[in-house]
């Protein structure tokens, strides 16, 4: 007799130093995203690099989740510019997340993308991004009011248009949502064989999927899983990776 269970979703850990030690942390709301919106079982990635088993990894979960993170992709990754000093960096996590984002996809592994996440998918996929977008010109202002208290900063900031017919279109049943918008970089270059899903009103593309994955792959610049259950349209971005995670899952039943 098959036994259902939920889905193991591995979640991305940035490394950061606390006193004396490096610890792995992560946002308690993607934990909450994996198990009120994915109705998933998560299970902490630690950001150690080539020192973790990927391919035993791979094989034990059913999706992956690439969480936001304040730090930022090592431009070196995409052949830019060195940052501006003081910029925050997370070596350890570019590590773990580049190489793992293509192998979770060539398996067939189930990935979500959020903010940073969707970041290091673009640059996993060979795009680039820009690094201060509020100094590039031509773009409406992507970053959070840090003097507003915290639900207001993950408000409902601008509009997003959907692609017809897109993987994001078809699973929330909309074309166009607000989103809340807190992040410093965007892309600049798309990487070869993502596909755009959503565009701001200044056109920058905030939501992509991968062309030739055979699961459920989907970067977005915003933050779905904020209140996940009280947004018809962040829910049903979680629901449909979990019901991919789940499709998974079901391969040991
Ligand atoms: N640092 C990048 C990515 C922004 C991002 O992921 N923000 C998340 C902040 C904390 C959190 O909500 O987890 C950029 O600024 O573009």
Known sequence: MSVLRKPVIGIVCCSE????????IVGEKYILGVVDGANGLPLLIP???????????LEMLDGILF????SNVEPHHYRGPDSVEGTKHD???????????????DRGVPV????????????????????RLYEVGGYIEHR???????????GPAHEVRLEPGGLLYEISGCSSAQVNSLHTQGVATL?????PEATA?????????????????LGVQWHPEWQVTQTPFYLSIFQAFGNACRARASRHS
Do not use: W
């Not at 950001?47 to 990894?57: H, K, V, Y």
């Not at 969480?67 to 304040?70: L, N």
């Not at 979500?112 to 690094?131: D, K, P, S, W, Y």
């Not at 009103?201 to 792959?217: H, K, M, R, Y």
């Open 112 to 131: 979500l993308g959020i903010c940073r996440g969707f970041q290091e998918m673009n640059v996993a996929f060979g795009g680039t991004l820009h690094q």
């Open 91 to 105: 070596p350890k996590r570019d590590a773990t997340t580049l190489p793992l984002i293509r192998a979770a996809i």
């Open 17 to 24: 130093q606390l006193g004396l030690h490096p610890f792995n």
């Open 191 to 195: 990487g070869t064989g993502l596909q």
């Open 201 to 217: 009103p200044d056109g920058l593309i905030e939501a992509f999927s991968v062309s030739q994955a055979t699961q459920f792959a």
């Open 47 to 57: 950001a150690l690099g080539e020192r973790l088993d990927s391919d035993q990894l």
């Open 144 to 154: 959070e009011d840090k003097n507003q208290p915290v639900d207001v900063q993950y």
């Open 67 to 70: 969480t936001g993170s304040p």
